[in-house]
């Protein structure tokens, strides 16, 4: 009996289920009498881990008393996600970025170095300038310019973009190993907007068998779940109110999905709570869907919808859909979606 009742106090204590909870509270005594003392070490570990996140700022308490990231680590993740998308697009080979004075707007004559994401005109002048200076103390036939050196000239104004990026959360995302990777594209989308283009509305909206509008921070700790149904529907029902809110912004609609429509809201606007599910998708599904790719496209959205995987009734929809509203069809591989996915939001920042 005293066994089974250690047993439960354990239990609770790593379950950290509770306002308050921290592996500190695990009993590493009554760890190793249980379950050995190889467990008790890597709780050590555990505790350590989280003492070392709280002291580096990385962890907050939320209203509940349940760890939290904090801003400071969602900064962090955002940096490291872009970084890698940033090298991913730098490395392409065969593309030009043609960038035209003026296309963000009007040109105010103060310069600065380059940042990834910037869509104004380099400065030729101070970039040659800064690539002199730094090879004055070496003897060159040539001048060589590295990424150091260049500067944009600053623009004054810049057209607005009002971006709903719909994402896949139904279980085949976790299954198929795509969850990880939709949800560094989304912080790496999410990061950019955030420090580059402070003037667009980005609303991120995760779709499975109902639709929700997340922040960032929600949607790296949302755990995957298993229930069916993909409801593009009221994903595009979500999207068309965060456009309608941005009437005088350029409106931009990235679908991420790696599944036919499988579900929908019984009524169009996405109010109501009655979800419709049925595999192979039912036809009222696939018109409900439909009709909310023709609202994207009354709206004037610019849609690309990017299909995971090789699912061909997925690919024949989505094909489809994209010809009826003029969007694009991206296939990327895993590695590449957040390279994709930035790249798209990039090219329509430089039209």
Not at 12 to 28: H, I, K, R, T
Not at 75 to 81: D, K, S
Not at 129 to 139: C, D, E, K, M
Not at 346 to 351: A, S
Request: aromatic share 6%; hydrophobic share 40%; proline share 3%.
């Amino acid at each position: 009996m005293a066994d089974i009742a250690e047993l439960e106090q354990l239990a609770e204590q790593l379950s950290q289920s509770y306002p308050g909870a921290s592996m500190d509270d695990v009993d590493l005594d009554a760890l190793a009498r249980q379950l050995g003392d190889q467990a008790a070490v890597d709780a050590r570990t555990l505790a350590e881990l989280e003492r070392a996140l709280v002291n580096q700022g990385f962890l907050d308490r939320g209203s509940d008393g349940q760890w939290r990231l904090s801003p400071k680590a969602m900064r962090r993740l955002g940096e490291t996600a872009l970084r890698d998308v940033a090298q991913q697009l730098s490395g392409r080979h065969g593309e030009r970025d043609h960038r035209r004075a003026g296309a963000a707007g009007e040109l105010t004559g103060a310069t600065r170095p380059w940042q990834f994401g910037d869509t104004e005109p380099w400065h030729v002048a101070r970039t040659l300038t800064n690539a002199v200076l730094r090879q004055a103390a070496a003897v060159h036939d040539r001048i060589r310019i590295t990424v150091e050196d260049v500067e944009v000239a600053e623009t004054e104004t810049r057209t607005q973009a009002a971006v709903a990026l719909l994402v896949d959360t139904s279980f085949s995302m976790v299954m198929e190993n795509r969850w990880l990777p939709m949800k560094r594209t989304a912080l790496a989308l999410h990061h950019l907007v955030c420090t580059r283009f402070r003037s667009d509305a980005l609303q991120i909206i995760a779709f499975g068998r109902y639709a929700r509008t997340v922040t960032a921070a929600e949607l790296t700790g949302l755990a995957g779940v298993y229930e069916q149904g993909t409801n593009l529907h009221h994903a595009l029902a979500l999207a068309g109110r965060h456009l309608r809110r941005h009437a005088g912004a350029q409106p931009v609609v990235l679908v991420v999905t790696d599944g036919e429509p499988t579900a929908h809201l019984e009524d169009f606007d996405g109010d109501g709570t009655s979800v419709f599910f049925d595999y192979p998708p039912h036809p009222r599904t696939i018109a409900h869907t439909v009709r909310g790719f023709d609202d994207m496209a009354r709206l004037g959205a610019q849609v690309t919808i990017f299909r995971l995987g090789s699912d061909p009734g997925l690919a024949r929809f989505i094909d489809q859909v994209a010809r009826r509203v003029q969007g694009r069809v991206v296939v990327p591989d895993l590695d590449g979606l957040g390279a994709a996915v930035v790249g798209d939001y990039l090219r329509f920042r430089r039209r």
